[in-house]
């Protein structure tokens, strides 16, 4: 066994540099004075790597900042204290250069939110509320000496290490336990510990309510269901006071940068959505008032662009060529060198999609050797199913992703089938055409078609275009009847000759098989008569058609391709063959399951728009187009 092969163990992750780059920048450069940093936001489908993102995120901050990776998907609507306890929690954690932060204001907040004071009797009710402000009080002299062990530890370890030549551990126990004691006593006194409860009565802005009254209130919003986003909107406010606290004196105030992150997955879901929309609105309060600025970076992700003038979007990109290759370099031997390209071609670069190809071909070597069309039938272990192709688990992720969004209703089950018919359409119109035509048949209705977004141009993805060349699939491998292949395709021509469209018509004549109509059609049209468009562009448009075909042949694409003209050779205009051999070409070229071996197709494609372009009325176009197969030849040698 060689020496690659011993080491397989999946694809590497690809590193999102650009986006960590952008949060980077914000840590790095002082902002203004009094200024707030915008919300990151990265946007994208399920699958397209924006939880990675985030954790790479917090891996490269690792020791560098406080930061905290939360997932909002992970909490309920009403789960906000849960929600900002574990925000605290990995913010406390130790981070040299910075100790411990602490967060009195909001775990006192936590505290009196949590168990229900009765407002019968008023003197008995804040008689209860003091107990619960008096226990957490009582607790924060331990708390105190805890955080102080880190913060101590390293002044101490700084200090020794610059004034005396001995090891700094020697002396670091004894004097840390001194400092810490002398330290907890002085912050744990009355004065310091109330200043929190204080916080409650101001709230940095001169506020003249009594603490204590203000708590009750808190209290009350807390055990009353119309009011839960009142205690969630202080209880965030306490957090981002108790932020701006810890960074409001020492180095990291006079530098102005913003040392602190928290990193929200899913804020898409309810919960994610409130968190942003209280950061917002008091961050403007906060401008308004003239509080200084807490040095706080919130990146998050989302499914879908949110509202919000203080969010920075950016939709996540696919994979690029060279990501995929990367993705895919551990590969095993036997795979043809030329396998990420088509992996790359097929997932149009959904991460998700491609990270799943490429581990299968790590693991099963004969999947990797057989292309394509070997990847996609590869069984997987599936916990849903005895048996499941990665085909079958690629559809099954994309259908979650796309199609059973929270902000809509559930995608039915018993819809897959029919949506696999309408996904033989070119536009939604068609596809709701469809939908209208074979009523008989259950067919999903025009809301769900819409839903799916797979004819949407803005918000159709790689992931969507792959979704749907995985139901055309499924629709190629139905038996004869009335839903098969072949009906519906010719539905579809018949109704485009109807409304005069001759694109529509020459599309799904070829991908009902009829390549010899196809051709003699676009022969006709050669000299850019009797179109709309011009030759070359309804030409493009045709080829897309998919193709009902096996994924492998004993024949390259090149053989293919001359196999599926040889019957037309001889007939007259003595140019129909080698438009036929264009149509032909491009048609097996645009299919992702065509095999690598695609060099030869991409130059007999070059040779025969060279030989047509003297019968054009554009023909700079079409060697124009040459080029550019001649470049892919190149691409795929």
């Excluded at 891996?59 to 905290?68: D, E, F, H, I, S």
């Excluded at 530098?255 to 959505?273: F, K, M, P, Q």
């Excluded at 396998?339 to 071909?361: E, M, R």
Aim: aromatic share 6%; hydrophobic share 40%.
């Amino acid at each position: 066994m060689s020496t690659r092969k011993s080491v397989i163990t999946g694809p590497r992750i690809v590193l999102r540099k650009p986006e960590i780059e952008r949060v980077a920048k914000y840590l790095t450069t002082p902002g203004a004075e009094g200024e707030r940093p915008p919300v990151l936001l990265f946007t994208g489908v399920d699958g397209s790597g924006k939880t990675t993102l985030l954790k790479q995120t917090g891996g490269a901050l690792n020791q560098k900042t406080p930061w905290a990776f939360v997932d909002c998907a992970e909490y309920s609507p009403t789960d906000l204290p849960e929600f900002l306890t574990e925000i605290k929690v990995q913010l406390s954690r130790h981070c040299r250069g910075f100790g411990r932060l602490r967060f009195p204001r909001l775990e006192l907040g936590l505290a009196v939110t949590k168990e229900k004071v009765d407002f019968t009797s008023q003197k008995q009710a804040f008689r209860q509320l003091s107990e619960l402000v008096e226990n957490q009080i009582r607790h924060r002299p331990k708390a105190v000496e805890e955080i102080l062990d880190g913060i101590v530890g390293d002044m101490v370890g700084e200090v020794f290490t610059a004034q005396t030549t001995l090891p700094a551990k020697l002396l670091r126990a004894p004097t840390e336990r001194l400092v810490t004691a002398v330290a907890s006593r002085a912050l744990s006194s009355p004065s310091v510990l109330r200043r929190e409860q204080s916080w409650y009565g101001h709230r940095d802005q001169r506020l003249p309510y009594p603490p204590i009254d203000e708590l009750a209130q808190l209290n009350r919003w807390a055990h009353t269901p119309q009011r839960l986003r009142q205690r969630d909107k202080r209880l965030v406010e306490a957090l981002l006071a108790d932020v701006r606290v810890a960074f409001d004196r020492g180095r990291s105030a006079r530098s102005r940068r913003y040392n602190c992150v928290i990193l929200l997955d899913n804020a898409h879901t309810d919960l994610g959505r409130a968190v942003l929309e209280h950061l917002q609105k008091l961050r403007r309060h906060f401008q308004t008032a003239g509080l200084a600025a807490e040095p706080l970076l919130v990146v998050a992700s989302s499914r879908k662009p949110l509202p919000g003038d203080a969010l920075e979007q950016h939709p996540l990109p696919e994979f690029t060529d060279a990501e995929t290759d990367w993705l895919a370099s551990h590969l095993p031997e036997e795979a043809d060198p030329r396998l990420p390209k088509l992996i790359q071609l097929l997932t149009g670069g959904y991460p998700a999609a491609a990270a799943l190809l490429v581990n299968t071909a790590c693991r099963q070597s004969p999947a990797a050797e057989g292309g394509i069309g070997a990847l996609l039938t590869a069984e997987v272990d599936d916990d849903a199913v005895a048996t499941a192709t990665v085909e079958d688990r690629l559809c099954h992720n994309l259908v979650e992703a796309l199609l059973k969004q929270p902000e809509h209703r559930p995608f039915p089950d018993e819809a897959l089938e029919p949506l696999t018919t309408c996904a033989a359409a070119r536009t939604q119109e068609e596809a709701e055409w469809l939908a209208a035509r074979y009523s008989d048949s259950g067919l999903v209705d025009p809301d769900l078609l819409w839903q799916s977004g797979l004819w949407d141009e803005e918000r159709a993805t790689a992931a969507h275009a792959l979704l749907r060349r995985l139901l055309l699939r499924r629709l190629a491998r139905r038996g004869a009847g009335q839903w098969d292949w072949e009906t519906v395709q010719r539905g579809l021509r018949d109704r485009c000759r109807e409304d005069g469209d001759v694109a529509g018509e020459l599309y799904y004549a070829l991908a009902g098989g009829e390549l010899p109509e196809a051709a003699r059609r676009l022969t006709e049209y050669l000299p850019g008569n009797g179109i709309a468009q011009t030759w070359l562009s309804l030409l493009l448009s045709v080829a897309e058609a998919p193709r009902m075909a096996p994924d492998t042949a004993p024949s390259t694409p090149f053989e293919r391709q001359i196999e599926l003209t040889r019957s037309m050779a001889g007939e007259s205009p003595p140019h129909l063959v080698q438009v036929a051999r264009v149509v032909a070409g491009l048609w097996l070229a645009n299919d992702r399951c065509t095999g690598p071996e695609r060099a030869d197709l991409h130059r007999e494609i070059a040779l025969d728009y060279r030989r047509i372009a003297v019968h054009g009325d554009q023909p700079v176009e079409l060697h124009n187009q040459a080029d550019r197969h001649d470049e892919l030849a190149r691409y795929w040698s």
